[in-house]
């Protein structure tokens, strides 16, 4: 089983910190992981992206053109890779930053309104998180218990009193697509 | 190897007579300097320095790319002979690895102030513990005898041979002053090898920065040697130390720079 | 048990060379590989190790090269365009057979190119890159976990063989997260002893040690050049790495290195899905080349596609190897573009038309 993903937003949404402990949480399910982000100006307040692929087999190419699942917190990020998810893939989008929502009809795709979640908990920040915890919903491709390791890694230690706020997150995002909004 | 100084060797009657006397750790072989030349003067200094400190053991010098490419042929001690202007660079990284050992460069001006300029300032601006011995004379030696940074308006070499033109090839550099603005100068100076007193000044010179070295004193130790260039400039021995005194000096005057009190 | 880590191919680089003894590095930045520089003045002084940002990067192989002459484990990284600025100074450290570590982690090119990944300076790399006859072990990593291991590997070939040792890699593997797994190893089973050649100061008593590259002599440097020469057939004999992939039974290959290998091994098993016989040959030591290994394989196969960031530079390398027995295709990206697997399945593709166009008439 291999899953490859594609998590695309604006530099500073926390799209490449989303993709690597989603990554790390693979590692601690012993899985093979490869995150591969995009680097250079563009990660300066532009469009930053990364490939996330977790399998339970060697990961031959990094370099993937197309994807099971896509993350996408914003237009610029749709408009690129909305047409390079496999049919029957999945799609799932930041609502509050696309305002043209993806038209392809092969794939299944999830609103996600992260942001407003993420003001109403009082936690900007965690978006990143409320979109993890939808695509976790509907893929437990790895826990929760393995996510909230991983980000005692992915963070800092001085951000560690914030994984509460992000579990916290996290579970709201699951939440929100148990009835999800399928559109 | 035989000794090649044999046919030259007189009968010492009384200690007194000595006029000249070779270090120990200056090899018993013949230099391939030419005659006049300031070169031999400083390499004889210098190895008695590091003989009178007791160094010999544990001192690392760099040779350059210039006349003193074959320097480590007359010195008695370990030496690594460096990519043109690079000495300081490459003096930097055994100092960093072995910061116990002693080490200095030995630089000619066309590999000092020309190539490796940029390697000059950033090693004396890091504060490097070495000691940089920096021989201007002038011209490219090696290389048969063309202008170099410090070439003085005016003079004749091969690629200036109406005189150097300020307007068009630059002014002679006083690295030497530049060197003495950085904060990672522990102790510039310049002198002279033309007369027996400077040969004494320059030794004092040369004493005092490898001491500073030995005692870990914060920065860079930095000793210009104005020489001469016998068969560069076209000048018999006596005319070249002559031209030296009335020419180089008054451009490159002598003396403290940089001392520690300062 | 060692740990296993999630980790940048520069970070594990860097890491890997601090568990091996790493004694200096020095470095000048340059995108895509800061993160080695970053990662070792956070870690290296508290581990033992003296690290200095240089002025360039010319100043900082040259400081490679005085350090290196002291006989520890010394290393330097950079990418492309500074790769080129320490020619001369790897040309010195050739001649005057100094043990160091060596990373280049390519970017597109020509002149200030870009900053995404290439794999164009494998002519500079493997072919001497700076003036004179010389090479340098050149190791190729397929992976965060190789990026870790060839450092090992490196040091101990610039130990045993006195050579600078390249690791030539990429952006987009210096870039990336994989785990990697960092073994027991014992720094001072390794380390061989430099004090019969290296500058530490003169013993009392016994012979001054000096490091040069100059021979003015043209007997005694066409001596130097043979005694080289004779390393460097050492090293073609005994050190040549590569890893196969579904080569036993098959009847096209592909060969190709680092990020590409990676690329072309999912072409493979896209390939192989489709029913054909095509496999990967994935040369981990690009000098020496595995030239035997390919000549061999080519008795066995109707064609060979090499694959690379750049416009065709090791296919020449594998066109020699061959030596003519099968055709050998050339598919390649350039200015930092990567190529895609279905770009390289539409190769191998193209390959078996034209055999079966062959073989209905």
């Given amino acids: ?167 916290k997150a996290l579970k709201r995002g699951m939440e929100l697509l148990q009835n999800p909004v399928l559109s | 190897m035989t000794n090649r100084n044999e046919g030259i060797q007189c009968e010492i009657l009384d200690r007194m007579d000595i006029v000249w006397e070779r270090p120990p750790a200056l090899l018993d072989v013949k230099m391939h300097y030419c005659p006049g030349c300031g070169h031999s003067v400083v390499h004889k200094v210098l190895m008695e320095v590091i003989e009178e400190l007791d160094i010999q053991d544990k001192t690392i010098g760099i040779a350059p790319v210039g006349c003193a490419v074959l320097a480590y042929d007359y010195l008695d001690i370990d030496m690594q002979e460096a990519a043109h202007g690079r000495a300081t660079a490459v003096a930097t990284g055994i100092k960093r690895v072995r910061p116990d050992r002693i080490v200095f460069t030995y630089q000619g001006d066309g590999d000092l102030a020309a190539i490796g300029t940029a390697e000059t300032i950033h090693t004396v601006n890091r504060g490097e513990q070495i000691v940089i011995v920096f021989i201007n004379n002038g011209i490219y030696g090696m290389t048969g005898g063309q202008m170099a940074p410090t070439t003085l308006p005016g003079m004749k070499t091969t690629t200036s041979p109406d005189g150097r033109d300020v307007e068009s090839q630059g002014h002679p550099l006083k690295i030497a002053d530049m060197i003495a603005l950085l904060p990672g100068a522990y102790y510039v100076t310049r002198q002279s090898v033309t007369s027996a007193k400077g040969v004494r000044k320059l030794k004092k010179a040369l004493l005092s920065a490898f001491q500073y070295q030995i005692e870990r004193k914060p920065g860079t130790s930095f000793i210009e040697v104005v020489s001469n260039c016998p068969a560069g400039w076209k000048m018999t021995p006596i005319e070249a130390n002559r031209w030296l005194k009335e020419e180089m000096l008054k451009y490159y005057p002598l003396g403290d720079l940089k001392t520690p009190d300062t | 048990m060692a740990t296993k880590l999630l980790m940048k191919g520069n970070e594990a680089l860097a890491e890997a060379a601090i568990r091996a003894g790493l004694k200096a590095y020095f470095g000048y930045p340059i995108t895509p590989q800061s993160e080695l520089l970053e990662y070792l003045v956070r870690e290296l002084p508290k581990r033992g190790g003296a690290i200095l940002q240089a002025e360039s990067e010319i100043a ?53 190119g870009t900053i995404q ?45 006195r050579i600078p040792v390249l690791i030539l890699t990429d952006g987009a593997l210096g870039q990336m997260m994989e785990m990697v797994e960092f073994p027991e190893y014992d720094i001072e089973a390794h380390l061989v002893d430099h004090s019969s050649w290296a500058t530490t100061g003169k013993k009392k008593g016994s012979e001054r040690h000096i490091i040069t590259s100059l021979f003015l002599d043209p007997e005694i440097l066409e001596n130097v050049n043979l005694h080289l020469q004779k390393k460097y057939d050492t090293i073609r004999e005994k050190e040549v790495r590569y890893e196969a992939v579904m080569t036993d039974d098959a009847d096209f290959i592909v060969v190709a290195y680092g990020l590409s290998a990676r690329v072309s091994h999912k072409a493979i098993e896209m390939g192989r899905q489709e029913g054909m016989k095509v496999g990967l040959l994935r040369p981990q030591t690009l000098f020496p080349f595995p030239s ?63 055999k079966l166009i062959e073989e209905t008439f």
């Avoid at chain 3, 450290?93 to 570590?101: D, F, G, R, Y």
């Avoid at chain 3, 020699?320 to 279905?342: D, H, Q």
């Fill in chain 1, 1 to 167: 089983m291999t899953n490859e993903i594609k998590i695309a937003g604006f530099g500073g949404q926390g799209v490449l910190s989303m993709g690597m402990t989603l990554a790390y949480a693979g590692v601690f399910e012993g899985k093979q992981v490869v995150w591969m982000p995009s680097y250079g100006p563009e990660m300066r307040g532009g469009t930053a992206n990364c490939t996330v692929i977790i399998s339970n087999d060697r990961i031959s190419s990094p370099i993937i053109n197309q994807f099971d699942m896509a993350i996408i917190l914003n237009q610029p990020s749709l408009d690129k890779f909305e047409n390079t998810v496999k049919p029957m893939g999945q799609i799932f989008y930041e609502s509050n930053n696309v305002i043209n929502p993806p038209t392809r009809e092969d794939v299944s795709v999830f609103e996600v309104p992260a942001a407003l979640e993420a003001v109403n908990l009082k936690n900007a920040k965690g978006m990143n998180m409320i979109m993890l915890g939808a695509f976790l919903e509907k893929n437990p491709i790895v826990s929760i218990d393995s996510i909230l390791k991983a980000l005692k890694k992915v963070l800092p230690e001085r951000h560690h009193h914030l994984i509460s706020a992000n579990e």
């Fill in chain 3, 292 to 354: 035997e290994q390919l000549n061999a394989l080519a008795d066995h196969v109707n064609g060979i596609l090499v694959v690379e960031m750049s416009a065709g530079q090791m296919v020449e390398d594998v066109r020699l190897s061959v030596n003519g027995k099968v055709p050998v295709e050339f598919y390649g990206r350039m200015g930092g573009m990567i190529p895609a697997p279905e770009e390289i399945l539409n190769e191998i593709n193209r390959f078996y038309s034209q």
């Fill in chain 3, 117 to 161: 990944p290439g794999q164009c300076d494998y002519f500079q790399a493997v072919k001497g890159g700076g003036h004179g006859d010389y090479r340098m072990i050149v190791l190729a990593p397929g992976s965060v976990q190789e990026m870790a291991d060839f450092v090992y590997l490196g040091f101990d070939l610039a130990d045993k063989y």
């Fill in chain 3, 60 to 112: 900082s192989i040259n400081m490679v090269y005085g350090a290196a002459a002291t006989g520890e484990r010394v290393m330097t990284s950079t990418s492309s365009p500074g790769f080129s600025l320490m020619q001369e100074g790897i040309s010195y450290i050739a001649c005057a057979e100094l043990p160091c570590l060596l990373v280049n982690v390519m970017r597109g090119g020509p002149g200030l």
